[in-house]
Structures are given as structure tokens and as C-alpha cells.
């Protein structure tokens, strides 16, 4: 079992910055595959960003040159940096974690944190 918990989701302007955290325990997690999907009310989860146990990354079209995926295997955390903002980009957003092979879609992750809410402001 993994267990995952967001945070540093929040109100921030068009144009602006945060940056999102998960945090991870209950397995090895230099071993897994960390991903970011992010859910629209009344739209699917879509796959935001996503990194390998090497730090291989790969990012939706939507985020691509705006977003940073990372990780700290010592803190058992991977983040988001998220940078020039727009407000499509509201949604809430999940940490995934996947024993697996790195992925892109929803089903291929086997565990799920909470979800933190990002809102942009125009």
C-alpha cells in the first residue's frame, strides 16, 4: 500500500506561480513512477505530468513548458512547479503513484492521494 497527500493547492492570479507537493510512505518510493492528473468540474481526470524512478518525465500538451515535475527520493516527495498560469488550468489536483511503468492514463495508476484545488483567477 502507498498512501499520498497533497498539498499547496490554492487562489492565485493569471500569470502566477505554485507549486504543489506529495508526500509518500508505506513503500519503497524510489521505485515507483509519480504522477499529477488533474480533474475540471465536469470534465475527465487528465494527465498533467509524470515521472520515472531515473527521473525520466513526460507532461500533457496543455502544461508542456509551463509545468516542472520532480522529485526528492531522501523526502519521499515529488512535486509540481507550476508557472504562468491560466485559468483552464483550475482543476483539482491528484498525485498518483504507479509500481509499474511510467503512464499517462488514470487506470494505470494504483494509488491515489486526496486531491488539492488550484483556482486561476483572470
Known amino acids: 500500500q502507498v498512501q499520498l497527500v497533497e498539498s499547496g493547492g490554492g487562489l492565485v492570479q493569471a500569470g502566477g506561480s505554485l507549486r504543489l507537493s506529495c508526500a509518500a510512505s508505506g513503500r519503497t518510493f524510489s521505485s515507483l513512477v509519480m504522477g499529477w492528473f488533474r480533474q475540471a468540474p465536469g470534465k475527465e481526470r487528465e494527465f498533467v505530468a509524470a515521472i520515472s524512478w531515473n527521473r525520466s518525465t513526460y507532461y500533457g500538451d496543455s502544461v508542456k513548458g509551463r509545468f516542472t515535475i520532480s522529485r526528492d527520493n531522501a523526502k519521499n516527495t515529488v512535486y509540481l512547479q507550476m508557472n504562468s498560469l491560466k485559468p483552464e488550468d483550475t482543476a483539482v489536483y491528484y498525485c498518483?503513484?504507479?509500481?509499474?511503468?511510467?503512464?499517462?492514463?488514470?487506470?494505470?495508476?494504483?494509488?491515489w492521494g486526496q486531491g488539492t484545488q488550484v483556482t486561476v483567477s483572470s
Open positions: 498518483a503513484a504507479s509500481p509499474g511503468r511510467l503512464g499517462i492514463l488514470p487506470y494505470e495508476y494504483a494509488y
